[in-house]
């Protein structure tokens, strides 16, 4: 990879709320989260809802506070930037809602809401903005005449397409997308994933990718992170995670998520029970009290572990035991015969 575009070293961030009884409580959402995004990459991040998906963006993007870490914008750490020196920076780095509804002012027509936009890109004059603005539209594949409706006049699909050209105009690096299509018709959602995948290639864009949809993530991202309760539990290339699954939590949410495509090698893994934030308290794997495979050993604290160039587990048993777990003992190339859960397979 290039010289990362973003980078997160070791990022923290602890909320601070009060309960029932007005005690104080600290809640760690992102617990030392580290990855980088190179130019017209996609890293995609995909978890359970609460996780801390759409944390680990917001604190990117200097909406929250980062509690610890670096975050690296071309090379240069900006988690310590007051708000006044970020200002030059905020342009390079936009976020497109999961919910188009909120990027725009209800009241007033898409274009005034716009015209924001086209005046921090540096055009002063209205004529110069429109003339932007109406060229951007079009480029998401809009007719320019929908920007003098307000937000409730057009569709959801035609909502999240103008969310992009909002994005568009001030011409960012970096796009954070928090579950772009959810709120979106399964009809359009692909029309708005070729939408993006269009103008990361014409505009060399990086893109932040967090959702639920495994399937979003799968057409999108070139690499990707599977996060549980505030960590990274696994990170590879898009196959290593789809179709060569370690940690038996990413394993569990793709047999959940119940894609038949693409093809995976991993056996099946249901896990028990629900999500539980006590288990954070504790040193070892917090995926303890739900994993199938879980024993005495999994009360130390697990660290990410390579098991291939660029793919990383946290969970001792699937690198030092896999065969334990149903995974193939060594990882092999197309051709060769690998043993798979006890049985010889030659593919
Ligand atoms: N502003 C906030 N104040 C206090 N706690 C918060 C705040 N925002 C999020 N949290 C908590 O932090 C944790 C992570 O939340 P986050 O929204 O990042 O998760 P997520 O993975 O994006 O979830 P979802 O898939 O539902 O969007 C959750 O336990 C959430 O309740
Ligand atoms: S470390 Fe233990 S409990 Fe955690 S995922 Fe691995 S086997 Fe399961
Ligand atoms: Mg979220």
């Given at each position: 990879m290039s010289e990362p575009v973003l980078e997160a070293r070791d990022l923290l961030k602890d909320y601070v709320t009060r309960d029932a009884k007005l005690q104080r409580r600290t809640a760690r959402a992102v617990d030392g989260v580290s990855f980088q995004i190179g130019e017209q990459e996609t890293f995609g991040v995909v978890g359970e809802s609460g996780c801390g998906k759409s944390t680990i963006g917001r604190v990117l993007l200097k909406l929250y506070e980062a509690t610890g870490g670096e975050i690296l914008l071309f090379g240069e750490n900006v988690a310590p930037l007051s708000e006044r020196r970020f200002r030059g920076h905020r342009r390079k780095l936009q976020m497109v809602f999961q919910d188009p509804q909120a990027a725009f002012d209800p009241m007033s027509s898409i274009r005034s809401s716009l015209r924001e936009y086209a005046e921090l890109r540096g055009l002063r004059r209205r004529a110069e903005q429109d003339a932007l603005i109406e060229r951007t539209v079009e480029e998401v594949g809009?007719?320019?005449?929908?920007?003098?409706?307000?937000?409730?006049?057009?569709s959801g699909g035609q909502l999240q397409r103008l969310n992009v050209a909002r994005c568009l105009l001030v011409e960012p690096k970096v796009l954070f997308l928090d579950e772009p299509t959810a709120s979106l018709d399964v009809s359009i959602r692909g029309q708005i994933v070729n939408l993006l995948l269009d103008r990361q290639e014409s505009d060399h864009l990086s893109y932040l990718l967090v959702s639920h949809d495994l399937r979003v993530v799968y057409a999108m991202a070139h690499r990707v992170a599977v996060m549980y309760l505030g960590q990274f539990v696994e990170v590879g290339t898009r196959d290593q995670v789809y179709e060569r699954a370690r940690h038996p939590y990413t394993r569990g949410l793709l047999d959940a998520a119940d894609l038949d495509e693409p093809r995976r090698d991993s056996s099946s893994v249901r896990l028990a029970g629900e999500i539980s934030d006590e288990v954070m308290a504790l040193p070892g794997c917090r995926l303890m009290p739900r994993c199938p495979f879980a024993e005495e050993s999994c009360e130390s604290p697990q660290e990410l572990l390579q098991v291939e160039e660029g793919h990383l587990v946290r969970c001792w048993k699937a690198v030092e035991q896999p065969g334990d777990m149903g995974l193939p003992v060594t990882l092999t190339k197309k051709g060769e015969a690998r043993e798979e859960a006890g049985k010889m397979i030659v593919e």
């Open positions: 809009l007719p320019p005449e929908l920007i003098d409706r307000k937000p409730s006049e057009v």
